[in-house]
């Protein structure tokens, strides 16, 4: 897969690239658009006071640090507790929220239009106990994915999580998700469809590590803690 950015543009959608043995170069088409803007405020749940400098940042970064081109979009909260993060491309994105003395936040499930905003959206954060270590908290599966072939391969199940409540163990892995192949969906596109509101459910079509059978589940999205 690859995939083209600069400067005031979104990213471009995921492309499939097959680079030929032999071959030096190959030829892909990239649309690159001004994009959307998420934004909204940060504030305490226990007393709704807003957090300045809480730290919000689009969930999955493309790149490196050290890159020329910011590949992740970014914002910290002002005196109002208030952010904005734009040239977002359209899909469904996560966001990633932290500040200190809190447990950080990531809110999944944003449909992001092309050229279109969301918001206001208020992120709600927990306080930490004292000498309690920040957490992360989020709506989910349940389970580690990380990309394998042709699918998401499973490295890690939760307790508790709807993952282990249908079955899904180490070693199996996602072909795909709400009957879309994982392979058309991309890496990034395919967390993003597995993450939702909690409360509902995401089927997936599951390879099982012993290599023999195919499952078809439907599994819980639920609260976390990690």
Not at 16 to 24: L, S
Not at 50 to 71: C, F, I, K, N, Q
Not at 140 to 155: E, H, M, R, T
Not at 209 to 223: I, N
Request: aromatic content about 4%; charged content about 20%.
């Amino acid at each position: 897969m690859a995939t083209v950015v600069a400067r005031r543009y979104a990213p471009a959608a995921e492309v499939p690239v097959h680079i030929p043995a032999g071959a030096r170069c190959v030829a892909a088409n990239f649309t690159l658009s001004a994009g959307g803007k998420i934004f909204g405020k940060v504030v305490s749940r226990k007393s709704g006071a807003p957090l300045a400098g809480a730290r919000v940042e689009l969930e999955g970064r493309l790149g490196t640090d050290s890159s020329p081109v910011p590949l992740s979009a970014s914002a910290t909260t002002d005196a109002l507790g208030e952010f904005t993060l734009s040239g977002l491309a359209p899909g469904l994105r996560s966001i990633h929220v932290g500040a200190d003395g809190y447990h950080s936040r990531i809110l999944a499930g944003l449909a992001m239009s092309a050229d279109g905003n969301i918001g206001p959206v208020t992120v709600e954060l927990n306080p930490t106990a004292p000498g309690e270590a920040p957490q992360i908290e989020y709506v989910g599966i349940g389970a580690v994915l990380v990309g394998s072939g042709d699918g998401l391969l499973v490295s890690r199940v939760f307790p508790g999580g709807g993952a282990a409540e249908v079955g899904l163990s180490e070693g199996d892995s996602i072909l795909a998700i709400d009957e879309v192949a994982v392979t058309q969906l991309g890496f990034e596109s395919a967390i993003q469809r597995i993450r939702g509101p909690e409360g509902t459910t995401v089927g997936v079509r599951v390879w099982r590590h012993d290599g023999s059978t195919v499952a078809e589940l439907t599994v819980p999205r639920r609260p976390l803690r990690s």
